[in-house]
């Protein structure tokens, strides 16, 4: 069992930043694969990040590339996502979920990822 706390989520205006973290319990945080996903309000939930267990694969979604870095330390049982350059239509429920995905190709697929956090809220202002 892993249980997931997202935090570091909050207002902020378009173009600033912010720094969102997930702590994980457990004994077994190394072991998995680690993504961030959002969903915005009456929209589907999307990927957004993931980073392998050993950091050596990671994904970013199209639309947050160049912007947002996902990083972990397994020491802490902590990944981050790091946001930049933040726009309005980043403004959503960020969660942060562990799974074992099968290959660096799937992941950003959320079935692949079996435990969840309740979400951290992340609004844009323009």
């Known amino acids: 069992q892993v249980q997931l706390v997202e935090s570091g989520g909050g207002l902020v205006q378009a173009g600033g930043s912010l720094r969102l973290s997930c702590a994980a319990s457990?004994?077994?945080?190394?072991?998995?694969?680690m993504g961030w996903f959002r969903q915005a309000a009456g929209k589907e939930r999307e990927s957004v990040a993931a980073?392998?267990?050993?950091?050596?694969?990671?994904y970013y979604a199209d639309s947050v590339k160049g912007r947002f870095t996902i990083s972990r330390d397994n020491a802490k049982n902590t990944v981050y996502l790091q946001m930049n350059s933040l726009k309005p239509e980043d403004t959503a429920v960020y969660y942060c979920?562990?799974?074992?995905?099968?290959?660096?190709?799937?992941?950003?697929?959320?079935?692949?990822?079996?435990?969840w956090g309740h979400g951290t809220q992340v609004t844009v202002s323009s």
């Open positions: 979920a562990s799974g074992r995905p099968l290959g660096s190709r799937r992941l950003g697929d959320a079935s692949e990822y079996s435990y």
């Open positions: 457990g004994r077994t945080f190394s072991s998995y694969t």
């Open positions: 980073i392998s267990w050993s950091s050596a694969s990671t």
